[in-house]
């Protein structure tokens, strides 16, 4: 999970930071954080860099948290945010952008691991949304549409329901972008979505769109692994 704070106070940077990792610890999440101090500093970062929730002080100097929060929904409508306040009553203009909580000031380990849940919820009923750069541009893709990636050249390939787009993303980029839970790397040129497998046999796979693709060697047991993970997730 990749979490953005915005606050422009060193001693709460660091503060927070420690205890988000603390609680991620017992989450047992994975957790990078990226630290802004500024409202300016974290849109300009935002445009080309994908994070899974945003913490927003209110009182930022420049440009405070709920306009940095208007701005953020323009751009993405689901994207968990959150805001950090010494003030209790700030807390209900939150409302208007969809915040999944807030944090008061002093900053208490309680209300950190209550975010960090609320969070965690909050991702899990989303579907997540990819930032797919092509020579053409820019498009949003949701996870579910894709097939497989496979690796062409110096640039990947996206095949999804409705045909394919052409990324310049290299594969080791696909992996760390997409979610553990639903992708695979089954072969060094290929990357598959677990729940669009249609039958796995012992050197190939095939999916739903009727592709078949190559299993490396010594990766059977791992990819049966995680498939059956997978469905207990989604089934169970």
């Not at 894709?146 to 993303?169: D, F, M």
């Not at 669009?196 to 739903?208: A, D, Q, R, W």
Request: proline content about 1%; overall charge neutral; hydrophobic content about 40%.
């Amino acid at each position: 999970m990749k979490i953005a704070i915005v606050e422009d106070e060193k001693i709460h940077q660091d503060y927070l930071a420690a205890m988000l990792k603390g609680a991620s610890k017992d989450y047992g999440i994975v957790l990078s954080l990226r630290v802004f101090g500024s409202a300016e500093a974290f849109l300009f970062a935002f445009e080309e860099e994908k994070v899974d929730a945003v913490l927003l002080d209110i009182q930022l100097k420049t440009m405070n948290g709920y306009a940095l929060a208007e701005i953020i929904r323009q751009r993405d409508k689901n994207i968990p945010l959150a805001f950090i306040t010494g003030i209790k009553d700030y807390v209900f203009e939150g409302y208007n952008v969809d915040a999944c909580g807030y944090i008061l000031k002093p900053i208490k380990m309680e209300s950190v691991y209550k975010l960090m849940n609320k969070i965690i919820k909050k991702l899990s009923s989303v579907e997540k949304s990819l930032i797919v750069k092509t020579k053409d541009g820019i498009i949003n893709l949701y996870e579910n549409d894709i097939y497989y990636i496979e690796s062409s050249n110096h640039s990947t390939i996206l095949h999804i329901n409705k045909g394919s787009y052409v990324s310049n993303t290299k594969l080791r980029e696909w992996v760390e972008e997409l979610s553990k839970e639903s992708f695979f790397k089954v072969h060094r040129c290929y990357i598959i979505n677990l729940g669009m497998i249609e039958k796995i046999e012992k050197t190939e796979v095939l999916m739903n769109n009727a592709t078949e693709i190559p299993i490396a060697r010594g990766m059977w047991e791992e990819l049966m692994m995680a498939y059956l993970a997978y469905r207990r997730k989604v089934y169970h």
